[in-house]
């Protein structure tokens, strides 16, 4: 049976200020204190980080630093010590579930996985919410915006995430797998549209 190793990278920010507040007031009314919304721009900095997940299994957190994420990187950085040890313990029925950013399609990325005989998921395009490991990363993000107190600095905040990646627990995230059949269903039927998801 396929064994689908869903990964990816996510931004997490000190200051996560990615929810809209939608504030009802009546005419006249728009600098009342009660009404304002106090938010800091840029997010105070962030912390990108990559993980994978698949049925019974996970990798540990990887904190991406020293700027941004390349083909390069990905290979020497996230797969050759983290996704081809998980492919090889795996076995045969190994399968990749990456997205379709440049760094993850580049050539020598494609080179690569060839030579390690790691087979890939063709993506669709625009398709996020087809990935499990994005409903990972939406619960991580509530439980560290839950804290209290919450991180106000990066280190904080990379302890944070941490911790409570690990409070996740792989029966949720063996459900969250489990239910894109379910979700891949649903996106066809409202041909690609917005789904409750």
Do not use: K
């Amino acid at each position: 049976m396929e064994q689908f190793f869903s990964s990816d990278e996510s931004r997490f920010s000190v200051h996560p200020d990615n929810r809209r507040i939608f504030i009802w007031r009546y005419r006249g009314s728009r600098n009342n204190p009660a009404f304002m919304h106090e938010s800091v721009r840029f997010g105070g900095g962030g912390v990108l980080m990559y993980g994978g997940i698949s049925i019974d299994g996970r990798t540990v957190l990887y904190i991406i630093r020293d700027g941004p994420l390349t083909a390069r990187r990905y290979r020497d950085e996230i797969l050759r010590p983290s996704v081809v040890p998980y492919a090889a313990a795996m076995g045969d029925d190994f399968i990749l579930m990456d997205d379709n950013c440049w760094p993850h399609r580049a050539n020598l990325v494609e080179d690569f996985l060839l030579e390690e005989g790691i087979v890939r998921v063709e993506w669709p395009a625009c398709s996020p919410d087809m990935n499990p490991i994005e409903h990972v990363w939406d619960a991580l993000g509530r439980q560290v915006a839950d804290r209290q107190p919450p991180p106000h600095t990066l280190q904080e905040l990379e302890r944070a995430l941490l911790e409570e990646s690990d409070r996740i627990s792989q029966l949720v995230i063996n459900s969250i797998i489990d239910s894109m059949p379910q979700r891949c269903s649903t996106l066809l039927a409202v041909r690609g549209n917005h789904t409750f998801y």
